[in-house]
């Protein structure tokens, strides 16, 4: 396996929505839990999201849920985040990292890896 390709992001007025892509191409989608977090410049990564590569049961932190969708297309290999009435405070960039089977939540938030480069969104006031 390689490393996670983010993409989809943009600059959005507050209010609106979008939906960021996860390629996970490389990886045996079946073995991992694919997340996808977010980092704000001066603070530290955190997770949104995560969903089960084999069974797409979805997880949510507080961050996430609510205005957050988490999906996946098991075909493509690719995961979705549907983000919906967004606000300037989820101004930050996005990135999707990997876990291998089996995941502990909460403390297997910080074992993801496979880090790609992310997509910034920026949501404007």
């Known amino acids: 396996e390689g490393q996670l390709v983010a993409s989809g992001g943009g600059l959005v007025q507050a209010g609106g929505s979008l939906r960021l892509s996860c390629d996970a191409s490389?990886?045996?989608?079946?073995?991992?839990?694919i997340g996808w977090f977010r980092q704000a410049p001066g603070k530290e990564r955190e997770g949104i999201a995560c969903?089960?590569?084999?069974?797409?049961?979805?997880y949510y932190t507080d961050s996430g849920e609510g205005r957050f969708t988490i999906s996946s297309d098991t075909a493509k290999k690719n995961v979705y985040l549907q983000m919906n009435t967004l606000k300037p405070e989820d101004t930050a960039v996005y990135y999707c990292g990997a876990h291998r089977l089996p995941l502990v939540l909460p403390r297997g938030w910080a074992d993801f890896g496979s880090w790609g480069q992310g997509t910034q969104v920026t949501v404007s006031s």
């Open positions: 490389r990886f045996r989608f079946d073995d991992y839990v």
């Open positions: 969903i089960g590569g084999s069974d797409g049961n979805t």
